[in-house]
């Protein structure tokens, strides 16, 4: 098999374990989130450590994600209100395009954030977030609640999303600039410091 051919099954292994560890952490949630949360910990260390299609480039010194402790008050299932429709351009660190359409916002503790729709990958809603904490004690460009596209699903019904902060992770290029991942829009800047979600490797 050609190494393209590879490359992609490897890809595709990648996308499937995560599917399922966003599966399990709906599930666990439902009972207990703080279980969940610590199962997505050690799970998501177990892939960056060993799986081909980590981000990070070298495996072998890899001692683990960081995390801020599980807090619950940044744990909420809201509804998404209406706004009005709006596609925004946002750059990555390298300077690619990606288009955003706005879908609604919701409000949670600290502020409000907007979800849009994302179209890479065949589309899925997009939600990131940039506090204070950014640049300071998590990564600089923002991290990822949800990125539906990618797998990174939370749960909600209806018209509502569950929105944990618990679960905001660093996009790829925060472990190797070759990456290009969308910046966080004005929209999901948040005056408050979110000490919740993943935080720099070295705190």
């Given at each position: 098999m ?51 299609q ?16 599980y807090d619950a ?19 990555s660190?390298t ?54 596209a990618?797998?990174a ?16 992770y ?22 408050v ?11």
């Amino acid at each position: 098999m050609s190494s393209v051919g590879t490359g992609a099954l490897s890809l595709l292994d990648w996308r499937r374990r995560v599917n399922e560890l966003y599966a399990d952490v709906r599930r666990l949630s439902a009972e207990d989130p703080s279980e969940a949360h610590r199962v997505w910990r050690e799970r998501r260390d177990d892939l960056f450590a060993s799986h081909d299609q980590s981000p990070v480039p070298d495996r072998a010194a890899f001692n683990g994600l960081s995390y801020f402790p599980y807090d619950a008050a940044w744990r909420a299932e809201v509804e998404v209100e209406p706004a009005p429709a709006r596609r925004l351009t946002v750059q990555s660190g390298t300077g690619e395009d990606f288009d955003l359409d706005r879908l609604g916002i919701v409000a949670i503790p600290g502020g409000t954030l907007e979800v849009h729709w994302i179209d890479v990958y065949g589309g899925g809603v997009f939600v990131p977030v940039h506090d204070l904490t950014s640049g300071r004690t998590s990564y600089g460009g923002g991290r990822y609640v949800l990125d539906t596209a990618k797998g990174a699903d939370l749960g909600g019904a209806g018209d509502k999303l569950v929105i944990d902060l618990n679960f905001a992770y660093s996009p790829s290029c925060a472990f190797d600039p070759r990456w290009s991942c969308p910046l966080a829009p004005q929209g999901n800047r948040l005056s408050v410091a979110v000490e919740a979600g993943e935080r720099l490797p070295s705190l």
